[in-house]
């Protein structure tokens, strides 16, 4: 029988609800009786509406993502190393965005269904209510968080640079030292829409659908400079030998970017403050070591341009 979208009054109460609707094992808890003799205050439907948090539906917590940006998430063709099926595909996906997610399914006690979907789908999928959330490595913008709610930070990047290793710009020491290169990144990324801009005269080409592609281009010569954050670069590195990072974190040549622009997000639908909250329960039992530690695992076990 499929189940509605469950609902509870509390956070406290919507956990136990969620897992015993998932099937986790628990037993679905009701607010205490009133004492005999007394008379339990009245609620009106306005404040019970308000007071109501969302959760997830039908036994599952589906989480969209690219399955395409390693190491945050990618697709291989088994469940090595912890991998989980791709709704609808013969395909699994992996990576750091599918350890928390794991994480976040263990304490819902619901099953995982991960989604693939293109980056510029994600957010209307979650705002449809596709999915019930999206771990996709996205950047906790305002613009974004004005169309979805975001959790706490679970990772924190610096915004660094691609260059091959042959290339002339391979020495620079700044920003500035781009000067008459050809550059792309992301479409729909701070490192396109934010970064880039303020490479000084530097030929911006079109964006790039997927972080596939824009290491594609820069790996053929289509461009000198490709935009990333700290964990992609150094994922594609690893992929691709030839390549080179360049951070400039800290000197007074680098990208001029808010804690928002480096700061990553688990975005759910507007107003489903129980799995937020059951999500950031989640997440303050981690560190920023064992974010970092959890991160080196996912690049060293990214299968190769596979991603």
């Known amino acids: 029988m499929k189940l509605k979208r469950i609902t509870a009054l509390v956070s406290g109460v919507g956990l136990t609800l969620c897992l015993a609707a998932c099937g986790g094992g628990g037993t679905a808890s009701t607010p205490s009786a009133a004492p005999a003799g007394s008379q339990a205050p009245a609620s009106s439907p306005a404040a019970e509406e308000t007071s109501q948090v969302k959760l997830v539906e039908d036994g599952k917590f589906k989480v969209a993502m690219e399955c395409a940006y390693a190491p945050f998430n990618w697709t291989q063709a088994d469940d090595s190393n912890g991998a989980v099926p791709t709704s609808g595909t013969p395909d699994y996906a992996y990576g750091y965005d599918v350890m928390f997610a794991k994480e976040i399914a263990e304490e819902l006690g619901c099953d995982l269904e991960i989604v693939k979907m293109e980056w510029d789908a994600l957010i209307p ?19 974004r968080a004005a169309q979805v709610d975001f959790s706490d930070p679970y990772y924190y990047a610096s915004i660094v640079c691609l260059v091959k290793s042959d290339s002339p710009y391979a020495d620079a020491q700044g920003i500035s030292d781009f000067e008459g290169a050809t550059a792309t990144s992301q479409l729909g990324t701070v490192w ?19 972080v596939p592609a ?67 329960q989640v997440l303050s039992q981690y560190t920023p070591e064992d974010y970092t530690a959890m991160m080196d695992e996912a690049i060293a076990v990214q299968p190769l341009n596979e991603n």
Request: hydrophobic share 40%; proline share 5%; glycine share 6%.
């Open 192 to 210: 396109y829409d934010t970064c880039l801009p303020q490479v000084p005269e530097v030929e911006v080409l079109p964006a790039q659908e997927s």
């Open 125 to 143: 999928a979650l705002q449809s209510g596709t999915v019930d959330a999206v771990i996709a490595g996205q950047c906790i913008t305002a613009e």
């Open 214 to 280: 824009m290491l594609v281009a820069l790996d053929s010569g289509a461009v000198d400079l490709v935009v990333t954050d700290q964990p992609t670069a150094l994922s594609a590195c690893n992929a691709y030998p030839d390549m080179v990072m360049l951070d400039f974190s800290g000197t007074d040549d680098d990208f001029d970017v808010s804690e928002e622009e480096t700061n990553f997000g688990i975005s759910v639908q507007k107003g489903n403050t129980g799995l937020t909250e059951v999500i950031n």
